[in-house]
């Protein structure tokens, strides 16, 4: 048994960065406690680290313990580590108390915030050209980073119950969104609150955080093409569920609303005009015609 080989934090952070995953949250490696008592190079992996906390074992010698600030060296595996383990948990229909860390330099923009600063008047000008209002702003908590990875961004958080799982930056500047490593985008949604709440108020789905925006608090996106993750969520809706997919994914849209309906879901489906997307969809059209379609 364990007791007689010291091994230093270095070596064991050693050996978490040479580990491989193998599932939810688990990593394993050849264990250096058997390797300095044996002298021998070991054929299995025996030495298990839970990444999250920084947490091993050994099948084989039954060492144990904790590797201290186990993120200092590995923060992006950890944060993978628990995203994996988050999303698990969420599959089996756990409660999950988890959270996501802000961008460095976040910034809030709404009333109140950082609204009268000068210095985030591109972001603001920005999120009020794509067609969002200033309370929405407020009550989304979206913020800006001027400096840094995400620099020149609007920064919208991705809550859960109000705790950050994810966010999504869009460069005012310039095209393109970044997600930060490690958010789960297949278990997410932005505004995902308003799936769960009581009220017999139509909701619709949308694809991207931007087409939902004009429309918060009625609309819900994926964060791209819904996933399996993201489908057993749907499932689970009780308002009515209009799926509004950009008008490229028509026969995906369709196709998703019938597939909740025999789920049980009350699920329609809302076609738009060829060529658009929420997003650039006048919001009292589009309310009109989610209601429309459950007649
Ligand atoms: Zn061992």
């Given at each position: ?23 939810s949250?688990?990593?394993?490696a ?10 021998l190079a ?10 999250s906390?920084?947490?091993?074992w ?30 698990t948990?969420?599959?089996?229909g756990?409660?999950?108390?988890s959270?996501?860390?802000?961008p460095?330099g ?7 915030y950082g609204?009268?600063?000068?210095r ?12 969002v209002s200033?309370?929405?702003?407020a009550d ?6 001027l400096?840094?990875?995400y620099?020149?961004s609007?920064v919208?958080?991705?809550?859960d ?8 930056c869009?460069r ?13 985008r297949?278990s997410?949604?932005?505004?995902m ?7 017999d ?11 939902a925006?004009?429309?918060y ?8 093409k ?21 008008a ?36 009292e ?8 379609s459950?007649?």
């Open positions: 048994m364990g007791g007689y080989t010291e091994i230093s934090r270095a070596e064991l952070l050693d050996t978490a960065a040479r580990a491989v995953r193998t599932g949250g688990y990593w394993r050849h264990c250096p406690f058997c390797e300095a008592s044996e002298g070991q054929s299995k992996r025996n030495f298990t680290i839970r990444m906390s920084g947490e091993y050994c099948w084989k010698c039954a060492e144990k313990g904790r590797i201290q600030n186990v993120s200092e060296a590995m923060s992006w595996a950890v944060e993978e580590a628990r995203a994996e383990e988050v999303e948990a969420l599959l089996q756990k409660y999950v108390e959270s996501f860390p802000a460095e976040f910034t809030l923009i709404g009333e109140g609204l009268t600063a000068n985030f008047s591109e972001a603001r000008e920005y999120i009020i050209g794509r067609g200033l309370s929405t702003v989304c908590e979206i913020g800006a980073v400096s840094g990875k620099r020149r609007v919208v958080p991705v809550l119950r109000g705790r950050w799982r994810g966010y999504v869009r005012y500047d310039r095209k393109g969104y970044l997600y930060p490593r490690g958010m789960q297949g997410v949604m932005f505004n609150d308003a799936l769960t709440e009581d009220s108020e139509p909701i619709m789905l949308v694809e991207g955080c931007f087409d925006l004009p429309h608090p009625v609309a819900v996106a994926c964060l791209g819904p996933s399996a993750a993201h489908y057993e969520m749907l499932k689970k809706v009780r308002r009515p569920l209009a799926i509004v997919l950009d490229d994914a028509q026969r995906e849209g369709w196709a998703l609303a019938q597939m909740l309906q025999l789920d049980g879901v009350n699920a329609s489906y809302v076609k738009l005009r060829p060529g658009s997307d929420p997003g650039d969809t006048d919001p059209w589009l309310l009109e015609e989610v209601y429309r459950f007649d």
